[in-house]
C-alpha cells in the first residue's frame, strides 16, 4: 500500500468580493479526491476538517 500525504498553500482565492468565502478551492480537492475515491484509485484516511472558521 502507498500513502500520500496531500499540503496545499492555504491562500484566499484571487478577485473574490469582499464577502465571498476565500477557499472555494477547498472544496474542488476534496470532490476530485473523493472521485478517485468512487473509482476505486485511492481511499481518504483523513478528510480536511474545519475549527472555528479555519481548516
Do not use: K, R
Amino acid at each position: 500500500m502507498l500513502v500520500i500525504e496531500i499540503h496545499v498553500p492555504l491562500s484566499p482565492a484571487p478577485d473574490l468580493p469582499d464577502d465571498a468565502y476565500p477557499y472555494p478551492w477547498i472544496e474542488e480537492i476534496e470532490d476530485f479526491l473523493a472521485g478517485l475515491e468512487e473509482t476505486g484509485e485511492a481511499e481518504i484516511f483523513d478528510e480536511g476538517v474545519e475549527h472555528g472558521g479555519y481548516y
